[in-house]
């Protein structure tokens, strides 16, 4: 039953086909044959993972294993607080790892909440009220205004049935529901006006539809399917990040090995030899690079929060940084989710309407609407009065005699959007129905329906009774006989009504949803029924829209300033989508890099492999179009974000790299299929958080760079004495001090700077891009190699000026330290020296400097601990020698870089 396309059949072939008798609905037998062979009406959920092996799935990763191993081996070394400190980061990693899949599991969960908990069916001629998990296909199933749809139904009744549908299919208003069937079996979800779907919401009207899906059959169904068949991808960080641990621990090993096979063909000790590898090994693996990876993501979340973005993974905020693509819904997003009057046709005059959304300030250029014989003050008066929506402000509603208050208050509306927008044309003209109703009382009404696509309504007023129409032009023109302009009513001639008509057609080719507004006076004796329709005067049309944010479309600006491609996937019309694309900028022309559900429909996957990149728009699409997008991108290699708020987005939000969900607009399940949250649903956040995560995967470089330089070193220093026959220059417990104090505090520092200038100029890096692009590695090799050489250097000048050994390790001791605390300065900037960056911009660095410094000269000067490291104090000219030889490469290359930017110019920052 699930191929069959049920909304081109007659309901009444529905029935026959379901074999149920539409009066009297299913037997209790044919019930609980049908629930035996279907099953119940629910959403299956794939069995998760139990929370204590999600746990201890967490300690599975090969660099977190070799920890654990440096761990122990740490404790055997007596380093008891460098054992707690290792296993403490392996803890709290893997809380965070636990904390992340087990919310992940829980999107199923939300999706079930969407369903209905009870349902009205029609069985054996009675109505009966089931759960809603016991509705069966053929059931006939009872629906009014706040019922929640229980599965897929045919509608075999409608009565000024409305449907908000906007979470499954995308469509920003309520639709009309029809009993007629459709000619196009690939008639797009949001246009199938005869069909209703679980998870949908009754809005409006009243009517009962035959079951044709339930459960995992139904659409929301499919949906559930997608999220579970989607499978959870590494992040690029992470991919980077366990490629490099493995390279790290495998080198490491080797350098530390020869280490010690060299010492003792040397004749050195076998167990002082032993412990010295060991623990240059735990010095060489850098231990501390999750922890600091943590902290710098962990410091770009906090970022984030203050930027309305809240990271519900850590990784998403890399991610998003090296972003190449983003798909992002329309409405809210993009625009301001608030219907907004922007053209009104009166008299043969094209009037612009300016202001901002619901707040009632705006121009009216080409006509005065306080002037009360001008046409335009008729048509925003029945604007007004032909209405149910009311203005607010915070929620609150606001009567035109206290608009004054709260004059700082954000202005809302409660109603249709639609009919909001109206209202909030006729405020700018000072004309609010609460005024007008002091003169005219509303005595009667013909609600709007799908069918005759208009609102009526009838007011007393001192001269008679009025009525006043809004609705469809191509309705409301047909019941006109007259034309109300500045000289009085006129006759509509055939040819007027056809140049109102091309002027409609004009607002609607730029995407504005036009409504005719008419009116007409009436005896007492006319019945208020549909006759008060016939023989209308038009007054005019109003055009309006939901403009794009300003915001959007400065951000989608500096999108193409930063090399990303901003796609838009929504599921309005073509025409309104590209319009609105137009004017954000998604698209520089109109007509191309537009595609609708129906062609997609006609792609193959291939075929939109090849021309996605080509794409900007896609406008009426389906949930199964949306993740074919979203996985047509990741073909191509791209680095995909996918914004999402509705149910039907969910699937493609979990696919894509990065999801994003909006939290204002948001369902539940989106949310959790998402790795970020946007608290104010604007795309100009995303565009924040690309930039922060472009900060934040330039701090992880600078750390890398620190680190490797400074483990480098280290192993280099012991590598070079042991092969050239020197005396160790470090001992064990010497070489595990450095690494405490120097891969600590100042390396998380690094994870804390600011964005370089000029990060949004330069286009994203490649997805397969190595983390020691762009010369990193180099820079690793040649800095590392002056730091252990410098180190040696101080050592062997120590013995050859008569220093004892203990006084020449002291000294070797104290060079490796400060020459990795300098070089700190250094890693803050990729094209900048220590003197264009300012060594006081970043206060953490220089605090956590002044820490490691103070560290260090404790365990010199402090009698206690020179006798745990093995240390004695230094003299002044050994001090002098020291500092030039771990601070004179950076300070050197600081200078050289001044120069040259001082004879060049300031160096390009889109090279990276």
Not at 187 to 211: I, Q
Not at 860 to 884: D, E, G, H, N
């Amino acid at each position: 039953m699930r191929q069959q396309a049920w909304h081109v059949l007659p309901w009444l072939d529905v029935a026959k086909a379901l074999d149920v008798h539409p009066g009297k609905g299913l037997n209790v037998k044919e019930v609980r044959r049908r629930l035996q062979e279907v099953g119940k009406n629910v959403l299956a959920v794939k069995k998760g993972v139990h929370p204590v092996f999600l746990f201890l799935g967490q300690f599975k990763d090969f660099m977190v294993l070799v920890l654990l191993a440096a761990t122990v081996v740490s404790g055997l070394l007596g380093e008891i607080a460098d054992a707690i400190t290792i296993l403490a980061i392996l803890i709290i990693n893997a809380i965070l790892g636990f904390v992340q899949e087990f919310r992940a599991e829980r999107s199923m969960e939300s999706l079930r909440s969407l369903t209905a908990p009870e349902a009205r069916v029609l069985r054996e001629g009675t109505e009966q009220r089931i759960p809603a998990a016991d509705v069966v296909p053929g059931d006939i199933v009872l629906l009014e205004a706040g019922d929640r749809i229980p599965a897929d139904v045919r509608w075999i009744q409608a009565a000024n049935i409305q449907v908000e549908e906007s979470a499954l299919t995308g469509e920003s208003h309520p639709v009309g529901k029809s009993i007629s069937p459709l000619q196009e079996e690939l008639t797009p979800m949001a246009d199938r006006k005869n069909m209703g779907y679980m998870g949908t919401s009754v809005v409006n009207g009243r009517g009962a539809g035959v079951v044709v899906a339930t459960g995992m059959e139904t659409e929301m169904g499919v949906i559930a399917g997608m999220i579970q068949s989607v499978e959870e991808e590494e992040t690029p960080l992470q991919k980077r990040l366990a490629e490099l641990g493995k390279w790290l621990v495998l080198i490491s090993v080797l350098v530390c090995v020869a280490v010690v096979v060299t010492g003792i063909l040397r004749g050195e000790d076998f167990y002082k030899m032993f412990f010295t590898g060991v623990s240059l090994a735990v010095a060489a693996i850098p231990e501390g690079l999750p922890a600091i990876v943590t902290v710098a993501l962990a410091v770009g979340v906090q970022r984030m929060v203050k930027r309305q973005a809240i990271i519900r993974k850590l990784p998403a905020v890399e991610t998003l940084g090296c972003a190449t693509v983003i798909c992002s819904d329309k409405t809210g997003t993009l625009t301001q989710n608030e219907m907004t009057v922007r053209q009104i046709y009166s008299d043969g005059r094209k009037i612009t309407v300016s202001g901002q959304g619901y707040d009632p300030k705006g121009e009216f250029q080409g006509a005065d609407p306080e002037k009360e014989k001008d046409p335009l003050n008729a048509a925003l008066k029945i604007a007004a009065l032909c209405n149910n929506s009311t203005l607010t402000k915070k929620g609150v509603q606001v009567a035109g005699l206290f608009r004054s208050k709260g004059k700082d208050a954000p202005w809302g509306i409660e109603g249709d959007p639609t009919e909001g927008a109206i209202l909030v044309a006729a405020a700018k003209a000072g004309i609010w129905r609460e005024v007008l109703e002091r003169k005219q009382e509303r005595i009667g009404e013909l609600p709007f329906d799908s069918d005759r696509k208009r609102m009526s309504v009838v007011y007393q007023t001192k001269q008679g009774r009025r009525a006043y129409v809004k609705g469809a032009p191509d309705r409301v023109l047909q019941l006109c006989q007259q034309e109300l302009t500045a000289n009085g009513v006129v006759e509509l001639s055939p040819a007027r009504k056809q140049s109102i008509m091309r002027a409609n057609d004009e607002m609607a080719r730029h995407a504005l949803r036009v409504l005719a507004v008419a009116e007409k006076p009436l005896s007492d004796a006319e019945p208020l029924d549909e006759h008060v329709e016939r023989g209308l005067t038009f007054v005019g049309l109003l055009g309006m829209i939901d403009p794009p944010r300003p915001s959007a479309i400065k951000a989608i600006k500096i999108c193409r300033q930063a090399g990303i491609k901003p796609v838009m996937i929504t599921g309005d019309h073509r025409l309104t989508a590209e319009a609105v694309a137009h004017e954000l900028g998604i698209l520089r022309g109109m007509g191309g890099g537009v595609v609708s559900g129906e062609d997609l429909e006609r792609m193959s996957d291939q075929d939109l492999s090849e021309r996605v990149m080509d794409i900007s728009v896609y406008a009426r699409v389906t949930p199964k179009d949306k993740l074919r997008i979203v996985r047509a991108f990741k073909r191509r290699g791209q680095v995909v974000a996918m914004t999402g708020d509705g149910v039907n987005d969910a699937p493609a939000v979990k696919e894509a790299d990065i999801g994003v969900a909006m939290g204002l607009t948001g369902t539940d399940v989106t949310k959790e299929a998402s790795s970020m949250v946007l608290g104010d649903d604007n795309f100009a956040t995303i565009v924040a958080a690309v930039e922060e995560g472009r900060g934040i995967y330039d701090n992880i470089r600078k750390f890398i760079r620190y680190l490797l330089s400074c483990n480098l070193g280290e192993v280099l220093t012991m590598f070079l004495a042991t092969l050239v026959g020197l005396p160790l220059p470090l001992l064990p417990i010497q070489i595990l001090w450095v690494n405490l104090v120097t891969d600590g505090l100042p390396a998380m520092a690094l994870g804390v700077d600011g964005a370089e200038p000029g990060i949004m100029n330069r286009p994203p890096r490649a997805p397969g891009e190595s983390i020691f692009a762009r010369g990193l590695a180099r820079k690793i090799g040649v800095r590392g190699t002056m730091i252990g050489l410098g180190t040696l250097l101080v050592f062997v000048v120590g013995l050859l000026m008569g220093v004892n050994m203990l006084g020449a390790r002291t000294m070797a001791f104290t060079t490796l330290v400060f020459s990795q605390l300098f070089h700190v300065f250094d890693c803050r900037s990729e094209e900048r020296g220590i003197f264009e960056v300012g060594l006081f911009t970043n206060p953490y660095l220089v605090g956590a400097v002044l820490v490691s410094t103070i560290m260090q000269l404790s365990v010199i000067y402090l009698p206690p601990l020179q006798v745990i490291f093995k240390t004695a104090p230094l003299q002044s000219w050994q001090w002098v020698f020291i500092l030039c030889v771990a601070g004179g490469p950076s300070v050197l290359i600081g200078f050289a870089r001044l120069l040259k930017t001082s004879w060049q110019g300031k160096p390009s920052l889109a090279k990276g």
